[in-house]
Structures are given as C-alpha cells and as structure tokens.
T-cell receptor, first 114, second 113 residues
C-alpha cells in the first residue's frame, strides 16, 4: 500500500540545538498534517499544509511542503525540554477526486537533554 | 465539550477472550476511525467510518469488528483476542474523510496474555 516514510526514527539533542524531521511519499499528496504526541499521551494536531511549496511557522516550529507535494519537513529552532515527544507526519492522497484516509509516518521521537 | 472519549484506559485479557473498546465523540463528526500504535510502527488504521451505518476496513482490520449505529459512537470489538493484539488503541474523529484535523481520544492500552 501507499507509504509515508519519516526520518529519523530517533533524535537526541542538547537543549538549544535545532531539530528537523523529514517525510517523503512516493505519491503526490493532496495535503499533509503534522501531529505531536507527548510521552504517554495522544497525538495532537499541529498544522496542515496544502499548497505546493507552502511554509508555515508556529513560534519556533517551521513546517514546509515540497514543490512536488511529495515531501515535507518540520524544523524546531532552539529546542526546549517542552518539545520532547514523537512527531508524526500524515499525508493524504487524492484518489480520482476522492480524498483518502491519512497515512501516518512512523514518527520521529525527540529527546532533549537539559 | 468532552471531545473524543475512550474507555477503558487499560485492559488485560487472556487469549481467546472478547471485549469491546468504546469510543464516543460529542463534536458531531461524521468521520471516526480506530488506530493501533505499536513501538516503531507508527499509527496504523484498523477501521473507519464516514457516517452512521457506514464502515470500511483500514490497513490492519483482521481480528477486529466495528459498527456505527449512531454519529456519536464507534465501538471496536475484538472477537477472540490474541497476543499480537497487545497494543495501544486510539480512536479519532474529524468533520469528514479528507476534511480537517483528527481529534484523538486518550487511548486504550490493551494487553493480551
């Protein structure tokens, strides 16, 4: 089936360092969403990207959607201990005009050393 | 607004037992879904529903049944639990398939011995 690949699987950073996670799809996506899951918690929606080349910012978080709408990235500037958690991308494919289910990447688990 | 409510939060079963995970949402969402989360595997779609009376299979449907008799409720049934079904289960809803963000419940941790 269709897959969304996400790398890296784990990332350990020192507080204050930057962090980036990447998602790639072999198929053009109609949109991509990002979620954050704190340890022991449930996924929480962060943002949705729809347009080719779109860039959105939320404070220290920058989200990008590739020109071909096949890849996306999440970049966190100057990580803080509150950024700890697993970040998931989830892509949606358009099947002949009908939207499909979200396909989740396997997530990147971020740990931050104070 | 309670959002998406899942029960129970924790459950231990013996192999072969049956049980139902409950999911309810109070946001009048048409789309509801069940995911399982296993270490290193991300979130995998089990079943989903685009409205009352309509259900369909996701990526990993075997061993699970669902029904959607009302807009609010979407229970997940394990007919004969197996150790391979040990996992954390999340129910999620959204306004519609292909529309908007998913709202997740807090999860149900199931252990099958």
């Amino acid at each position: 089936g269709q897959q969304v690949m996400q790398i890296p699987q784990y990332q350990h950073v020192q507080e204050g360092e930057d962090f980036t996670t990447y998602c790639n799809s072999s198929t053009t996506l109609s949109n991509i969403q990002w979620y954050k899951q704190r340890p022991g918690g449930h996924p929480v929606f962060l943002i949705q990207l729809v347009k080719s080349g779109e860039v959105k910012k939320q404070k220290r978080l920058t989200f990008q959607f590739g020109e071909a709408k096949k890849n996306s990235s999440l970049h966190i500037t100057a990580t803080q201990t509150t950024d700890v958690g697993t970040y998931f991308c989830a892509g949606r494919i358009n099947y002949g005009g009908s939207q499909g289910n979200l396909i989740f990447g396997k997530g990147t688990k971020l740990s931050v050393k104070p | 607004n309670a959002g998406v409510t899942q029960t129970p939060k924790f459950q231990v079963l013996k192999t072969g037992q049956s049980m139902t995970l409950q999911c309810a949402q109070d946001m009048n969402h048409e789309y509801m879904s069940w995911y399982r989360q296993d270490p290193g595997m991300g979130l995998r779609l089990i079943h989903y529903s685009v409205g009352a009376g309509i259900t369909d299979q996701g990526e990993v449907p075997n061993g699970y049944n669902v029904s959607r008799s009302t807009t609010e409720d979407f229970p997940l049934r394990l007919l004969s639990a197996a150790p391979s079904q040990t996992s954390v289960y999340f129910c999620a809803s959204s306004y519609g398939l292909g529309t908007g963000e998913l709202f997740f419940g807090e999860g149900s941790r199931l252990t099958v011995l």
